[in-house]
């Protein structure tokens, strides 16, 4: 203990959730909770992203995932994670304590862009389901190429495979 009386002992590192709390964590997750704006209305991730993967394509992306062994909430945390949540997800699983994000929380009827917060509590529920749904889907051709934007920069070379923290 220090002389001040706090404990100089780091604090543990969280209890994994179950996969009940994992769950309804993230069907609670409201994305627009911490909107540093007044009158934000709520956007609850699971029911959003569902709704969307249930009308995107035909087949679905709903029917396509659930095909896939997926569940529902997995489907909805691949489809919301691929489509803008990486930005609120990410940070979260490389380790930040929160993540600070901007949106737009009145559309369609408003263009306001507001600033929101969430906490690793809140968007843990989200990074477990994403994993679990990550882990299931086949792996790539070993001929596959897959891209992925990134606005840093790496010194590598070309043609190297690199491992970022988190979801990437």
């Known amino acids: 203990v220090s002389t001040t009386g706090t404990s100089s002992i780091p604090p543990s590192p969280p209890i994994p959730l179950s996969p009940i709390q994992q769950i309804e964590g993230f069907e609670q997750l409201n994305k627009w909770k911490g909107c540093f704006i007044d009158g934000a209305p709520e956007r609850y991730v699971f029911a959003h992203n569902r709704a969307r993967a249930a009308g995107s394509g035909f087949p679905s992306s709903l029917q396509l995932g659930l095909g896939q062994g997926l569940t529902e909430h997995e489907v909805a945390a691949i489809f919301g994670w691929s489509t803008g949540d990486y930005r609120v ?32 509590d809140d968007v843990m529920p989200y990074v477990y389901i994403l994993s679990s749904a990550l882990s299931k889907l086949p792996p790539l051709g070993s001929t596959q190429r897959l891209w992925r934007g990134h606005r840093r920069n790496i010194n590598v070379e070309v043609g190297s495979t690199i491992v970022l923290r988190g979801f990437t």
């Open 89 to 120: 997800v990410n940070p979260i699983a490389r380790g930040e304590d929160e993540v600070i994000f901007e949106d737009y929380p009145f559309l369609p009827t408003k263009l306001t862009k507001a600033k929101c917060r969430l906490s690793r």
